[in-house]
């Protein structure tokens, strides 16, 4: 067994001792079980750590080439760049970063954007579908919980799980919490290089760890010192803003008692613990992860996906350096080396308009060579061309059209631009797919959660107590509703664009009308364009306006049809006999004649 075992501080051992001793001092409140858990936790993080490491020099590359804004990072024992130090030093072409840029906020634009209803919850249920009570209460809690997001920073943490996903191929967000005294949600985006996790045989993650630093004041006012040694607490007090690492380590937890309800009896089991201490600061748990990861792509055999920055991570070195050669290119066009005698030495005027004064009979200094830049053109040729070929690789163009077929109605009918916006979203769906599931719906689910709890939403009607309760959620952004609508028509669209060309199709065949079924047709473009139940009209007033509206066309009939009998019979030759109906409806002046 280690000797360093249950690693904790005992002041009055000297090194020498502790090393000769099995266990040491606890810390106070900490059991010698704790202490046997802070060991494995710090173990499996090295662990963790060195089966990373082959993905971290990747994340090097493209930090140092690439997204230099993420190289901050902090691991104790390993960090990359310190705040405050000079980025992106090395980096001499802006492709990749600015074609990554743009495919994580046309990704967000396109999917989830503060600017747009992006997403709407169904019941599963059909007897709670038709039920207009439970479907004004379910919009009503999704228009709220929107309004609850977009008055939180979702939408920019959001943009930065995107952005690691595009460069690094793997995003964390934490689940949002409700703060208190600013009444609004909270959401973090953890910097990729803070998460480790580890996956089952089925692919699912079953092991998050996080480390980070964190300050001393901030340990204090996160976990208290209650549970701290008299020695680490004077030096927490003394030194606030002293850097200390932090793992937490989320895992299943397997040998928990079901009968008790505690927080360290739930399915997930959540422990922090100071890595360099081995101290145990809190135990708790979760019912469900706290955290959620998406993977922008993922090989079999690996826990970590890759982005297009790492796929496309040679190519961007190559322009980089073709770059940077370049540039010396061009720099010699304009300043040239030039050979001169040891007597001009600091004489020569190389600024513009600079004159050299030479003594009589002295040579002139001379150009080291006269062909600087004759090349320059086809340098520069094969750099544009490789510069378009990494922004193919992040979708720039795909993103471009999708934006630019809207203003292409004066040439293009409908059908035709719903046609191509649907055959470029589907080739997103790999990309759009695992970040809607692993990421969107995670993030959704427990937004409504926390809101719920904290009184923010309304609670159900009594009506759906009877129905099941279950919901899924549809996603309503430009990318979606494409994908779905041309799925949806796949074989349909094509076929009638050679029949009938730009003809709306009733003007074809009006015999449709006969086929199709008003309100069925209408419940169907309803549900799939995701309209918000307010704008329906409720069944049962509904059903009131109809027979009202019956009422007044048979009252009109009636009308009609007394209007023509009065008029025939003011055509008949002869006064219409007392009392008879035609006397009636010619206001009885049948006895005026």
Known sequence: ????????????????????????????????????????????????????????????????????????????????????EKLGAEVYDQTCSSAGQDFADGLQGQTASAGLVWWAIHFQNKLAQKDYMARQWIDEVQELAAIEMANSNFYSQYNEACQDGVFFGIATMAKPIW????????????????????????GEINLWHRKFPMQNRQIDEKFGLERLDYKLRQEIEKNPFQRRMVIHSLYLNTERDTRKWTSENKRVASVYVLENEKLILRKSGFDDWPL????????SQEDYGRGPAMDSIFEAASVNSAVHYLMDAAQLAVMKPLVAQESLKNKIKISPWGITWLQAGEPAPTELFHGAGKEYPIG???????????????????????????????????????????????????????????????????????????????????????????????????????????????????????LIGDRPLIDVWPELKDKMKADELYDYLFEADGAPSKIDQDPDTLIKIRQAKLQQIQQEQRMQQLERLAGGYKQVQGAPEPGSPGEKLMGGQGGQQ
């Open 1 to 84: 067994m280690s000797s360093v075992a249950y690693a904790t501080r005992a002041p009055e051992t000297s090194t020498h001792d502790a090393e000769a001793t099995p266990f040491q001092q606890p810390y106070v409140e900490q059991s010698r079980d704790d202490a046997k858990l802070a060991e494995k936790i710090v173990k499996r993080q090295g662990q963790l750590e060195d089966e990373r490491s082959l993905i971290d020099a990747f994340w090097n590359l493209v930090d140092e080439i690439i997204t230099p804004r993420r190289a901050v990072w902090d691991l104790g024992s390993r960090r990359g760049m310190m705040p405050g």
């Open 179 to 202: 703060l208190p005294f600013s009444h609004k949600l909270s959401y973090q985006a953890h910097h990729n290089r803070e998460i480790f996790i580890a996956r089952d045989d089925n």
């Open 292 to 299: 959620s990861t998406w993977c922008f792509r993922r090989n």
């Open 380 to 498: 520069v040729d094969q750099v544009m061309k490789m510069r378009e070929e990494l922004r193919e690789k992040f979708k720039a163009k795909t993103f471009q059209l999708l934006s630019y077929l809207t203003q292409m109605t004066s040439r293009m009918n409908q059908m035709q631009i719903a046609e191509i916006q649907g055959e470029k979203a589907a080739a997103l769906i790999p990309i759009v797919g695992p970040g809607q599931s692993e990421l969107l719906i995670p993030m959704i689910r427990s937004t409504l959660q926390v809101l719920f709890a904290n009184g923010r939403l309304p609670p159900p009607p009594p009506s759906i107590l009877a129905y099941d309760p279950s919901t899924y959620f549809e996603f309503l952004g430009p990318i979606a509703v494409a994908i779905k609508r041309y799925l949806q028509m796949q074989g349909i669209n094509p076929f009638l664009l050679r």
